[in-house]
Nanobody, 123 residues
Framework: QGQLVESGGGVVQVGGSLRLSCAFSGRTFGSLPLGWFRQAPGKEREFVAVISWTGIQIFYHESVNGRFTITRDNAKNTVYLQMNSLKPEDTAVYYC????????????????WGQGTQVTVSS
């Protein structure tokens, strides 16, 4: 079995930045696509970004494109989400996920999930 552990969440003001990290272990996650999702209260879990195992293919949700950057360091078994120009609507619990077997935008495609980290953007 594998494990994903997110960190780096917190409270930040509008326009601020945060960097989330997701450490993976226990499986060959280094050879799998890794994604970030988020879920705000009362809303469905939403795709944010995904990165291929090589780091060459990257896709973003249109609402974060140009503000967020996903990267990975397979030597450190970690995937990152750099979030800039944060907005109140970015407030959510952020999850990393691994090993999609279908659409990378569909959370039901992912087999492995972290426990989530809270991001709160205050205005």
């Amino acid at each position: 079995q594998g494990q994903l552990v997110e960190s780096g969440g917190g409270v930040v003001q509008v326009g601020g930045s945060l960097r989330l990290s997701c450490a993976f272990s226990g499986r060959t996650f280094g050879s799998l696509p890794l994604g970030w999702f988020r879920q705000a209260p009362g809303k469905e879990r939403e795709f944010v970004a995904v990165i291929s195992w090589t780091g060459i293919q990257i896709f973003y949700h249109e609402s974060v494109n140009g503000r967020f950057t996903i990267t990975r360091d397979n030597a450190k078994n970690t995937v990152y989400l750099q979030m800039n120009s944060l907005k109140p609507e970015d407030t959510a619990v952020y999850y990393c996920a691994a090993d999609p077997d279908g659409s990378y935008r569909d959370p039901n495609s992912y087999a492995y999930w972290g426990q989530g980290t809270q991001v709160t953007v205050s205005s």
